[in-house]
């Protein structure tokens, strides 16, 4: 077991995104872990998706300048960069699990960075595809 785990685009947003009290919390402590263990990982398509809906699509958006300035911090993370073999590999997953291509491909994302877990409120959590554990730790049991 690597240790690693890759955090899916809401679960980040959260962090940042104070308009949900509850989940901004759990985000925020989770992220802070990572950030202390190392252990963290993310894709490309998490920061593209993250810098969108925190300028735009939240109720307090950041400013661009902010948002780069996260942007450009998370970089230090492991960040598994979409290739063609990411996009071929994403469409198998999503023939096979019935996940959305996007969801399929920060699934890909999280196997090819060899991770155990992916935290996101978007999958079915408790699945294990490819060696990742899906986690919700927005809600108890095999979520958190």
């Given at each position: 077991?690597?240790?690693?785990?890759f955090?899916d685009?809401?679960?980040?947003?959260?962090?940042?995104?104070?308009?949900?009290?509850?989940k901004?919390?759990?985000?925020?402590?989770?992220?802070?872990?990572?950030w202390?263990?190392?252990?963290?990982v993310?894709?490309?398509?998490?920061l593209q998706?993250?810098f969108?809906t925190?300028?735009?699509?939240?109720?307090?958006?950041?400013?661009?300048?902010k948002?780069?300035?996260i942007v450009?911090?998370?970089l230090?993370?492991?960040?598994?960069?979409?290739?063609?073999e990411?996009?071929?590999?994403?469409?198998?997953?999503?023939?096979?699990y019935?996940?959305?291509?996007?969801?399929?491909l920060i699934?890909?994302?999280?196997v090819?960075?060899?991770?155990?877990?992916?935290?996101?409120?978007?999958l079915?959590?408790?699945q294990?595809?490819g060696?990742?554990?899906i986690?919700?730790?927005?809600s108890?049991?095999?979520?958190?």
């Amino acid at each position: 077991m690597s240790g690693k785990t890759f955090v899916d685009t809401n679960v980040l947003v959260y962090a940042y995104d104070r308009s949900h009290a509850g989940k901004n919390e759990t985000a925020r402590s989770l992220v802070a872990d990572l950030w202390a263990s190392g252990l963290g990982v993310l894709s490309t398509q998490v920061l593209q998706e993250f810098f969108v809906t925190v300028t735009a699509k939240v109720p307090r958006p950041l400013k661009i300048e902010k948002a780069r300035e996260i942007v450009r911090d998370l970089l230090r993370w492991e960040v598994v960069v979409n290739d063609a073999e990411s996009l071929v590999g994403a469409a198998d997953l999503q023939k096979r699990y019935g996940y959305s291509f996007w969801d399929s491909l920060i699934i890909r994302a999280a196997v090819e960075a060899g991770a155990d877990i992916l935290v996101t409120e978007d999958l079915a959590a408790g699945q294990t595809i490819g060696g990742v554990t899906i986690r919700n730790p927005f809600s108890g049991g095999t979520g958190g």
